[in-house]
């Protein structure tokens, strides 16, 4: 029976650095490999985007999810948000277990801003009940949030059972952490790195030098072992965000 899992979630940038200024999503897959996480939640996949492919000579043809993924992680699931004339990008979510089924939601809360949650149930060795994992990417301003994060309560209290082990993991943009509160209340979830690692969630953004506390991971039904922020200087040429890492064990 597997009892450990390693998770990592990571905002990709669309695969390239600030102001489009680089490609990057070479750089990002050997980052992601190297944190040998058993399932993996990433937020800004482009999946398709026709000016950056003709200008980035290494651009991937079957689209960054399949990129990413490679040979690793044999299991993928890709949730189109925002799509425009050039292409589209999302939340995406790889996995060394079968995804048994996935479904992403619109939860854009207004006009100028589209997000999405991506869920996925999954069959981890052993386990008596799937494992349910949501890829999350919110919004920019405070109002959009809170619909976003009730919309996601609504989400878990429909579909996932209450015994069923939950993890929630991505990029928040909770400035102030309230959001993180709003979710857990009446849940029985926790943020790993409150749990963990000092009692607040991870700074993770700007990557090079965190400052801010935007990424997150809450699960229920684990134990956390370790948690770890993958950041410094080297990020400069990778994305803006750190990357986040945790080893659960089920409960």
Same mark, same amino acid.
């Given at each position: /029976?597997?009892?450990?899992?390693?998770?990592?979630?990571?905002?990709?940038?669309?695969?390239?650095?600030?102001?489009?200024?680089?490609?990057?999503?070479?750089?990002?897959?050997?980052?992601?490999?190297?944190?040998?996480?058993?399932?993996?939640?990433?937020?800004? &996949?482009?999946?398709?985007?026709?000016?950056?492919?003709?200008?980035?000579?290494?651009?991937?043809?079957?689209?960054?999810?399949?990129?990413?993924?490679?040979? &690793?992680?044999?299991?993928?699931?890709?949730?189109?948000?925002?799509?425009?004339?050039? =292409?589209?990008?999302?939340?995406?979510?790889?996995?060394?277990?079968?995804?048994?089924?996935?479904?992403?939601?619109?939860?854009?809360?207004?006009?100028?801003?589209?997000?999405?949650?991506?869920?996925?149930?999954?069959? &981890?060795?052993?386990?008596?009940?799937?494992?349910?994992?949501?890829?999350?990417?919110?919004?920019?301003?405070?109002?959009?949030?809170?619909?976003?994060? /009730?919309?996601?309560?609504?989400?878990?209290?429909?579909?996932?059972?209450?015994?069923?082990?939950?993890?929630?993991?991505?990029?928040?943009?909770?400035?102030? /952490?309230?959001?993180?509160?709003?979710?857990?209340? =009446?849940?029985?979830?926790?943020?790993?790195?409150?749990?963990?690692?000092? =009692?607040?969630?991870?700074?993770?953004?700007?990557?090079?030098?965190?400052?801010?506390?935007?990424?997150?991971?809450?699960?229920?039904?684990?134990?956390?072992?370790? &948690?770890?922020?993958?950041?410094?200087?080297?990020?400069?040429?990778?994305?803006?965000?750190?990357?986040?890492?945790?080893?659960?064990?089920?409960?």
């Amino acid at each position: /029976m597997q009892n450990v899992l390693r998770i990592a979630t990571f905002n990709i940038h669309k695969g390239v650095t600030s102001f489009n200024a680089r490609f990057a999503l070479h750089e990002q897959r050997e980052l992601i490999r190297k944190l040998q996480a058993d399932i993996v939640f990433l937020q800004e &996949v482009r999946d398709q985007h026709i000016k950056h492919s003709r200008r980035f000579s290494a651009w991937p043809l079957a689209g960054q999810v399949e990129f990413l993924a490679d040979a &690793v992680w044999k299991d993928f699931a890709y949730g189109k948000n925002s799509v425009y004339p050039a =292409g589209h990008h999302g939340n995406a979510l790889l996995s060394k277990y079968p995804i048994l089924k996935y479904e992403n939601t619109d939860i854009s809360a207004h006009s100028s801003e589209q997000r999405g949650m991506l869920h996925c149930e999954i069959a &981890v060795p052993g386990w008596e009940q799937p494992l349910h994992c949501i890829c999350v990417h919110l919004g920019l301003f405070a109002g959009w949030r809170r619909k976003q994060i /009730m919309t996601l309560r609504d989400r878990i209290l429909e579909v996932v059972p209450d015994k069923a082990p939950l993890i929630i993991a991505g990029d928040f943009n909770d400035w102030s /952490m309230s959001s993180g509160r709003e979710l857990v209340h =009446g849940l029985h979830l926790h943020e790993v790195f409150e749990h963990h690692g000092g =009692g607040k969630p991870a700074r993770s953004f700007p990557s090079f030098l965190p400052v801010f506390r935007l990424d997150r991971i809450y699960v229920r039904g684990f134990s956390v072992r370790h &948690v770890e922020v993958h950041s410094g200087p080297q990020f400069v040429k990778v994305s803006d965000h750190a990357a986040l890492t945790a080893v659960l064990l089920r409960t």
